[in-house]
């Protein structure tokens, strides 16, 4: 079992940048792929960023450049680095992590971000 909490979601200005965590707990070693979606006001969710193994990423086409998912040194903690933030970003972004071959799959709460002037 893994337990997911999502933090560092709030309000902030076109332009600017906030960086998402996504902790995890219990069985990490298990995780092979760790992915963040959001969900925006009235429309369905979407992935935005994805990292397996540690090592290789995908992102959506409306994120690339602007976003970047890694893991953390502790090995615990999985990041999403937003910058040149827009409001077509604002949403609930949730962190989604699966074994391999997706036999197990996590969610976190979400977290919501603002963007807003």
């Known amino acids: 079992q893994v337990h997911l909490v999502e933090s560092g979601g709030g309000l902030v200005q076109p332009g600017g940048s906030l960086r998402l965590s996504c902790a995890a707990s219990g069985n990490i070693r298990s995780i092979y792929t760790v992915f963040w979606h959001r969900q925006a006001p009235g429309k369905e969710r979407e992935m935005v960023a994805a990292?397996?193994?540690?090592?290789?990423?995908n992102y959506a086409d409306s994120v690339k450049g602007r976003f970047t998912i890694s893991r953390d040194s502790a090995q615990s903690t999985w990041l999403l680095q937003m910058n040149s933030l827009t409001p077509e970003d604002t949403g609930v972004y949730y962190c989604?992590?699966?074994?391999?071959?997706?036999?197990?799959?996590?969610w976190g709460q979400g977290t919501q971000v603002i963007v807003s002037s």
């Open positions: 989604n992590a699966q074994s391999q071959g997706a036999v197990d799959d996590y």
């Open positions: 990292i397996r193994d540690g090592a290789g990423t």
